[in-house]
């Protein structure tokens, strides 16, 4: 099992930045890959960005040139940056971690208690 703990979240005007903290613990494999993905209400959950043991990302559209996703292998820790934050970037943020198998293959797919993310305008 994989716990993933969050913090961060809060409630920021327009223009503003947030950071964002996702700590894992429990069964990690050596190769996974963690992120962000988002949920606003009457929406569906949204990838905003993911990144890889071996350092490759992926950004949602709608959050390149302001967000940034980062990590700390040694401490199982995923960042993201959030600035010029935008009122349609309120939603509920869920830290997700994926362990992979060397071949690609995932196995299991672990989710954080979620942390809301406020923008007024």
């Known amino acids: 099992q994989v716990q993933l703990v969050e913090s961060g979240g809060g409630l920021v005007q327009a223009g503003g930045s947030l950071r964002l903290s996702c700590a894992a613990s429990?069964?990690?494999?050596?190769?996974?890959?963690m992120g962000w993905r988002r949920q606003a209400p009457g929406k569906q959950r949204e990838l905003v960005a993911a990144?890889?043991?071996?350092?490759?990302?992926d950004y949602a559209d709608s959050v390149k040139g302001r967000f940034t996703i980062s990590r700390d292998n040694a401490k199982n820790t995923v960042y993201l940056q959030m600035n010029t934050l935008k009122p349609e970037d309120t939603a509920v943020y869920f830290c997700?971690?994926?362990?992979?198998?060397?071949?690609?293959?995932?196995?299991?797919?672990?989710w954080g208690q979620g942390t809301q993310v406020t923008v007024s305008s």
């Open positions: 429990g069964t990690i494999f050596n190769i996974n890959r």
């Open positions: 990144i890889s043991t071996d350092g490759s990302i």
């Open positions: 997700q971690l994926t362990n992979l198998l060397s071949n690609g293959i995932r196995r299991g797919d672990y």
